[in-house]
């Protein structure tokens, strides 16, 4: 069983709709990161969360500690926000990143 | 400052040939972190650098590849006797210290190897 995992997978949307991504690991963390990422493209974070919500435009990210899962929401969604988004947990002293496999999100007009 | 640069952007060579790729992190950040991420799947990590110290490499990381941060400015990451299976996009990240505080990351250098 992968450390992070995520769910769906996949999500076809259609423009406009409220969408939610869901990311739940098993290890302990220090904080979680939601991250953007565009084909062909580098990685774009959008939030760092180690405890409750944040909120930056159209998009919430919210985390349970005690369980373990967190949820990225994207408000009126639009077909520029296709991309792929991924869950990542840091913890420990190296700080490095335990990634899930992203959720690939595609917004139709 | 404009972020994590990493070049080159694409890379394509032959099976067996050596390969470097450069990140300049964030000037005052003191981590710097490499990724690989293949086809469909999340980014792993190979190794990570706190300055100069390399503290912790992945058992991905085999006696091919080897990184180096000489003077915890810029980082390096040689792959030798290139194979096929090498083929992946290579990320570099940095960020600050344990806090983690501006994790950021590069574009990425795709490798192909033909």
């Known amino acids: 069983k992968n450390e992070v995992e995520q769910s769906p997978q996949n999500l076809t949307a259609q423009e406009g709709e409220f969408i939610t991504i869901n990311c739940s690991y098993s290890v302990g963390i220090s904080a979680l990161h939601w991250l953007q990422q565009h084909p062909g493209g580098g990685i774009v974070s959008l939030f760092m969360l180690s405890s409750g919500k944040k909120k930056h435009g159209r998009l919430i990210a919210t985390i349970n500690i005690q369980e373990k899962h967190s949820s990225l929401h994207i408000t009126a969604s639009h077909p520029r926000d296709s991309a792929v988004y991924i869950c990542a947990v840091g913890g420990g002293s190296q700080g490095n990143l335990i990634f899930g496999k992203g959720t690939k999100l595609s917004v139709k007009p | 400052d404009t972020g994590v640069s990493q070049n080159p952007r694409h890379k394509i060579t032959k099976r067996g040939q050596n390969v470097t790729f450069r990140c300049d992190p964030i000037s005052e950040h003191n981590r710097l972190y490499w990724y690989r991420q293949t086809l469909g799947q999340g980014p792993e990590f190979l190794t990570y650098?706190?300055?100069?110290?390399?503290?912790?490499k992945s058992r991905l990381l085999s006696d091919r590849f080897s990184a180096e941060r000489p003077k915890g400015s810029f980082s390096t990451l040689e792959i030798q006797r290139t194979e096929q299976g090498d083929s992946a996009m290579y990320l570099c990240?940095?960020?600050?210290?344990?806090?983690?505080?501006?994790?950021?990351f590069g574009s990425g250098t795709r490798l192909t190897v033909v």
């Open positions: 650098f706190q300055n100069e110290a390399q503290l912790e």
């Open positions: 990240a940095s960020s600050l210290a344990l806090s983690g505080y501006g994790y950021t």
